[in-house]
């Protein structure tokens, strides 16, 4: 796909992932649609920090569990921009809850990161996919690691995530071929979710080959091939944690 002027909606896209996404297809003359929830000072600089880059970029607040938010947000992006090409989805959400601690694992948790990472991702490539069949656009769904190896932050985020994979290939059939929907399952990212806790990081990178976690800017730079580059490529989950997973 030839990216300049092209335009990119991406959800969770003020901190993290979203962010370095975001910066990565701006570099590349995309235009940004940038969606937050609550992180209005991080959306301004971030969008601030594209426009520096010369590329037009915007602000878009909505709760992506809530469907009539979705909807509204992805209409304002494409009369905003006239079109909408790539959707990036990246926002996300989890409680910290050891798995063997199954009482700790509440109702409200399980809908709260199911109403997010699934039902939210869902809503935003509903409501975008009309725009998207026009341009013969992609999407890149941001999922994790967690999702493939039962591992992470709590049974319900892993879960989630494993759910969001499903999504991603059922997506790329209902789609296809106008509209192409591969997944990058990341594993443990330097992102403010893990920020402080050093001896999680250090054991991280010891049990990975490459000898490192992985950075927003990893993820960022397959996000972006997927979108630029993989043109035959759909209904996919591409990993990236330093072979950790082999």
């Not at 301004?44 to 010369?54: A, M, Q, S, W």
Request: charged fraction near 20%.
């Amino acid at each position: 796909m030839m990216l300049q002027d092209k335009t990119a909606l991406i959800t969770g896209g003020a901190t993290g992932i979203g962010r370095a996404i975001a910066l990565k297809l701006a570099q590349a003359g995309v235009r940004i649609a940038i969606n937050y929830s609550r992180s209005l000072e991080d959306a301004e600089k971030t969008r601030d920090e594209i426009k520096e880059l010369n590329v037009s970029c915007r602000i878009y607040r909505a709760n992506i569990a809530k469907d009539q938010e979705v909807r509204e947000m992805v209409k304002q992006v494409v009369e905003d921009f006239g079109q909408l090409d790539i959707l990036v989805n990246s926002a996300g959400m989890t409680y910290f809850v050891q798995h063997a601690d199954l009482e700790g694992m509440k109702d409200e948790y399980w809908d709260d990161i199911f109403n997010v990472n699934v039902k939210g991702v869902f809503n935003v490539c509903r409501a975008a996919a009309e725009a998207l069949k026009m341009q013969k656009g992609c999407i890149v769904n941001i999922t994790s690691i967690a999702g493939l190896t039962g591992l992470g932050s709590s049974i319900a985020y892993c879960a989630s995530k494993a759910a969001e994979i499903s999504v991603t290939k059922s997506l790329a059939r209902v789609l296809a071929p106008e509209v192409r929907v591969n997944s990058v399952a990341p594993g443990v990212v330097l992102t403010r979710w893990i920020k402080g806790n050093e001896d999680h990081i250090t054991r991280m990178a010891e049990g990975t080959p490459l000898q490192r976690v992985c950075t927003p800017e990893d993820v960022a730079e397959v996000a972006y091939s997927l979108v630029a580059q993989a043109g035959f490529v759909t209904g996919q989950t591409w990993v990236v944690d330093g072979g950790n997973f082999i």
